[in-house]
């Protein structure tokens, strides 16, 4: 086991104490990193970040790691399961029961044996209302010539954790979701604003579309496409949310960086931004600071960083690594800059383009320009890295309290008695909506919220049965009503048209 200490005792000191009043709140979902060395001497190895500071140990496992690499743990940091793009293992390190190969398309035998060679080419989900059940959304190349590595499906699989004796199973297993020619790899999601469906997105290939899948209690389903931001003709970036889930960044050797603002509940990118690099290459990461202010770009040979809560965005750019031109071992083996991962220590994670012993860190994320303080090569490994990092959405986003997407309350603490509206009508309104109020009703109060969360409506209800309200000076769309007294909350949608 290796263990990271900090040269600086009583900054260690601060940072495990402060670790320790976080994990009392803190979901492990992310606590696990595995990799290993395909090459070479092929050792298996693991991070765990439910300590800190994070260990290192080389364990036996059977599952190598290419580009494909997602896990997940339970509340408590327990490994539930993990795969590589072409199958799936249990926590015990076998092969899930039918789990065995998830791909569907012939594929070279290096693929088959050490990992699917596929950016964020797999990403797991809890299941939306049932606590047993995960959903792993997945795709892979047709490698078929002239064009090897073109996409062309994507699959959805549904694990149920108490099958096999609680080792858990797939109970359904690739699952068409889509059909079309679609951008490889590049899978992410964030929370929906209720806080507990989920928003998927994957880019067509050679366009500017992205698909958008809403994956609630039902299942996953498409929801609708979004044309938005540059085309996309090659693959090999990256793609990810903000961890307060409003913004959503995107890299790509061809058109480098894209990043727009997003709609929890309603799914909707807009504001897009985009900005090119004197040093672009074909691979690259994107990453966010764990507070959302700080996003962090990396080419080849660079790291930058950008301030999302300047007015300027763009022009916040800020160089905060050059690559040091490192070689690990020795060349042509360069340890320069490739993927990034936020992992649960709140620091981001840079592994290299190559497969080397080492990779970087992003100390404090959250830290404006180089105070942020790229290590390089800050470790020896006992193995190669084929260059792989686990893709994590933020599994610990709640829902977007007071929104009017925020239907499910569940941002709220203690769960409060129902209390409920007779009739809310003509919905959609035009000029005027009527409320029938519940006959027990003393000093309520019924709000009006837009979808921005802004209160447009505020009134006392005393004991009026019903009440109609001038709603000609609102504009069209969606709208949240919402009726509170000291005991009790409801809320109903209604939508103005005209």
Known sequence: MIVFFNHNSKKLLLLWFLFIQVSLFAQLETSKWLFSGIYNNGLPMEFNFDTLPPTLHVKNRKMNFNCANANISDHSGNLLFYTNGIWIANSTGDTMLNGNRI??????????????????????????????????????????????????????????????????????????????????????????????????????FRSNLFYRILLDPQGPVIDGTQSIGTLRDKSGGSICFSPDGKWLAQYSGDTELNFYRFDRCSGQLSNYLHTQFVDHGPLGGVAFSSNSQFLYVNTPGSVYQFNMHDSDIIASQLTVAEWDSTYSPSPPFAANFFLMQLMLDGKIYIVCANSTKTFHRIN???????????????????????????????????????????????????????????????????????????????????????????????????????????????????????????????????????
């Open 103 to 204: 791909v569907q398309s012939n594929l070279p035998i290096g693929w088959i044996n050490n990992g699917l060679s596929v950016i964020q080419g797999t990403l797991i989900l809890p299941f939306p209302s049932d606590t047993n059940k995960f959903i792993l959304f997945h795709n892979s190349p047709s490698y078929s010539l002239p064009n090897p590595t073109k996409p062309y499906k994507m699959f959805f699989t549904v694990i149920d954790k108490t099958q096999d004796s609680g080792k858990g199973g797939v109970i359904s297993k690739n699952n068409i979701l889509i059909t079309d020619t679609i951008q490889i790899g590049e899978l992410t999601a964030c929370k929906h604003a209720n806080g507990r469906d989920w928003w998927i997105f994957i880019h067509q």
């Open 364 to 498: 404090y994320p959250d830290s404006l320009g180089i105070a942020c303080n790229v290590e390089q090569h800050f470790i020896q490994l006992p193995a190669y890295n084929a260059f792989t990092i686990p893709n994590f959405p933020n599994y610990s986003l709640g829902a977007d309290s007071g929104s009017v997407c925020d239907t499910l309350m569940l941002a709220l603490k203690e769960p409060v008695p129902a209390l409920k509206f007779i009739n809310v009508f003509p919905n959609p309104a035009n000029d005027h909506i009527k409320f029938d109020f519940p006959s027990n009703i003393r000093n309520g109060t019924l709000e009006i919220v837009d979808i921005n969360g802004k209160i447009v409506f505020k009134e006392v209800i005393r004991s009026n049965p019903s009440q109609t309200i001038d709603v000609s000076h609102l504009l069209e769309g969606v709208y949240l009503c919402r009726l509170a007294n000291d005991q009790s909350y409801s809320s109903r949608k209604f939508i103005i048209t005209r």
